[in-house]
């Protein structure tokens, strides 16, 4: 699996564990929190370190830091994907991730 996808199914994880956060915050009893927390610990141990922090700067930013490229824009910003850096991407080959050149997302080839 490469890194990126990696990467989208720990943030899928983040959002699974803020979601049970919110229901306990508001008074609901949760299960399951230290299952994730363990599954996000050991998918961590095997993604790249750096892109592990560039992933962890962009959640400060925004709630999504790894979002798709659909009909060659990034749905984060709506930006388009220059033909370059969506040909990178989209070569399954390449270990390289591409971020968005307009907001900093990483983006996600589907
Ligand atoms: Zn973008």
């Known amino acids: ?12 994880i983040d959002v699974m564990i803020r979601e049970r956060r919110n229901d306990e915050e508001i008074g609901f ?3 399951g929190i230290d299952v994730l927390e363990r599954a996000r610990s050991k998918l961590s141990k095997e993604i790249d370190g750096r892109l592990l922090r560039l992933y962890e700067r962009l959640t400060k930013r925004y709630d999504r830091a790894v979002v798709p490229v659909i009909e060659h824009r990034c749905l984060g910003c709506s930006m ?3 033909t370059a850096k969506r040909k990178s991407g989209e070569d399954r080959r390449t270990k390289s ?14």
């Open 29 to 31: 009893t949760t299960e």
């Open 97 to 110: 991730v591409v971020v968005c050149e307009s907001c900093g997302r990483i983006l996600f080839f589907v």
């Open 80 to 82: 388009s994907v220059p």
């Open 1 to 12: 699996m490469a890194d990126v996808q990696k990467l989208a199914a720990l943030q899928d």
